[in-house]
């Protein structure tokens, strides 16, 4: 029996389309980019050209549509230099609006399409093309007196093509007025490009020859040109590290945690607005800091500033932890970033920069990335800690809950499930004055202590007290002093 031989590939100038499509696109083959105007068809065909030049490979460019002096403008103004490649300007020129070029007795299409079919022919004898590019395809409807015959001829134009050695990248205008369903059937594979409510994604549902990785991949237009980011896959990735607990680096904290958090797992500290979650999760960070590691910490609803100022007034040196390199701080602007580009910037941080510890600040604000309700939020977190987990890193999830006292509930996001430790601060009312406490509700790993203590920031830092085993129903905000102790107090 032959062994299965790995077919030869080549690199579509995008690291992160290569990477779905295990490696690039199949030589001697033809694929199909389909997607609505706008969503970067002919930006994915230029890296695929440029590619080639930079590998001394002969490129050709024929377009149908744009002239070759907009072609190579736009893709310098993305950064693409389109230098030592070769056109066939076949787009449209002004003439044809100029000039009487109405037909009598011929129809257009037996006019003009025995001149294209020379001007291909005699390019690809004179180049010899590695690498093709048509752009778009459908402008043959023009040449062609039906759907049958336009498909015939797009049929014999890749077979053409492709016989000669080439491998051919071409697009298509897919509109309600122009569907390009048919167009699917002539390639060996189909990217597709859409505008979705995550923002624009990439997809690929057909690739003969080989599999690729499923999923809904986000796509992102920069300076740079296109920029992909493939879905995360967390089981794909896994590492060893010791099982060990991360302190806080406050006693009292780790006495209610038995021992800290511990590597390679996944915490959420819940809490209504202003009770000191990030302040909690930030010592977490400055603790590892002292210890020499490196954190992350992603701010979706604080600015850089104000989280620096706040810290730094009560002792937590963030400027000098972030000028060490042990903190990492991005200040996120959820409503243009995609879940897919944000796993890639976490990944980035873990596997090129060694992070080992990693504080989402907060899911509310990482939501509006998602722009898909709760559903969504806890498909990407989950695949987000599960991948960080597998990686032995230790992850910090900050859930902000609507109620400030009372009417208490474990998170607001129902990301409880995703967490094997849930750290909860509280507000309470206490002889008339609003106090904080800390308790955890869940540890997976070890036991830990089930009480509340008294939690305060000062300007020394955290201030947590003794267990409040005085008192009962603190979670409902206004706590009553025990039988027993006010027995005590009577006698």
Do not use: C, W
């Amino acid at each position: 029996m032959t062994p299965d031989v790995e077919p030869s590939r080549i690199s579509t100038g995008v690291d992160g389309l290569d990477s779905i499509l295990h490696g690039g696109l199949i030589t001697g083959r033809s694929y199909l980019v389909r997607g609505p105007p706008g969503t970067g068809k002919t930006i994915l065909g230029a890296h695929f050209l440029k590619e080639g030049v930079e590998r001394g490979e002969t490129v050709l460019f024929i377009n149908l549509e744009e002239s070759e002096s907009d072609v190579r403008q736009n893709a310098a103004s993305l950064g693409i230099d389109l230098s030592g490649v070769d056109f066939l300007d076949l787009s449209p020129s002004a003439n044809v609006f100029a000039d009487d070029l109405s037909y009598d007795i011929f129809a257009s299409s037996d006019v003009e399409k025995e001149p294209f079919t020379d001007s291909v022919t005699d390019a690809i004898t004179d180049l010899e093309p590695d690498r093709v590019f048509v752009d778009p395809i459908t402008q043959l409807r023009f040449l062609t007196t039906d759907t049958h015959q336009f498909r015939k001829q797009a049929i014999g134009f890749m077979e053409y093509l492709t016989s000669q050695g080439a491998t051919v990248l071409f697009t298509s205008q897919n509109t309600s007025d122009t569907p390009d369903d048919d167009l699917q059937f002539l390639s060996d594979g189909t990217i597709e490009l859409a505008t979705a409510e995550m923002g624009p994604t990439i997809d690929v549902p057909k690739f003969r020859g080989s599999d690729t990785e499923t999923g809904t991949h986000a796509i992102s237009i920069t300076d740079e040109g296109a920029v992909v980011y493939p879905e995360l896959k967390p089981l794909e990735y896994s590492r060893t590290f010791a099982s060990e607990s991360i302190p806080s680096g406050v006693s009292e904290i780790d006495d209610l945690l038995n021992g800290g958090l511990e590597r390679g797992t996944v915490s959420v500290i819940s809490g209504p607005t202003g009770v000191g979650k990030t302040t909690l999760g930030t010592q977490f960070i400055k603790s590892a800091a002292e210890r020499g590691e490196h954190s992350v910490l992603y701010l979706f609803e604080e600015s850089y500033f104000t989280f620096r100022e706040r810290n730094e007034s009560i002792g937590v040196p963030i400027t000098e932890m972030a000028e060490s390199g042990s903190l990492h701080i991005r200040e996120m602007e959820p409503l243009h970033l995609s879940p897919q580009e944000f796993a890639h910037h976490v990944r980035t941080q873990v596997e090129e920069h060694g992070a080992e510890l990693v504080m989402i600040d907060g899911i509310n604000g990482f939501q509006l990335s998602v722009q898909g309700g709760k559903d969504a939020l806890i498909k990407k977190l989950h695949a987000l800690g599960r991948y960080l987990k597998n990686m032995g890193v230790t992850v910090i999830f900050v859930d902000e809950h609507q109620h400030v006292t009372g009417e208490f509930s474990a998170t607001n996001s129902g990301v409880s499930y995703l967490a094997d430790n849930i750290v909860f601060l509280q507000h309470v009312e206490l002889d008339g004055t609003l106090e904080k406490v800390i308790g955890v509700l869940k540890k997976r790993t070890t036991q830990f202590e089930r009480t509340l203590r008294k939690f305060e920031i000062t300007d020394e830092g955290l201030v947590v007290g003794s267990p409040m085993t005085d008192l009962r129903g603190i979670l409902s905000g206004s706590p009553e002093t025990t039988a027993s102790t006010q027995t005590s107090s009577d006698e």
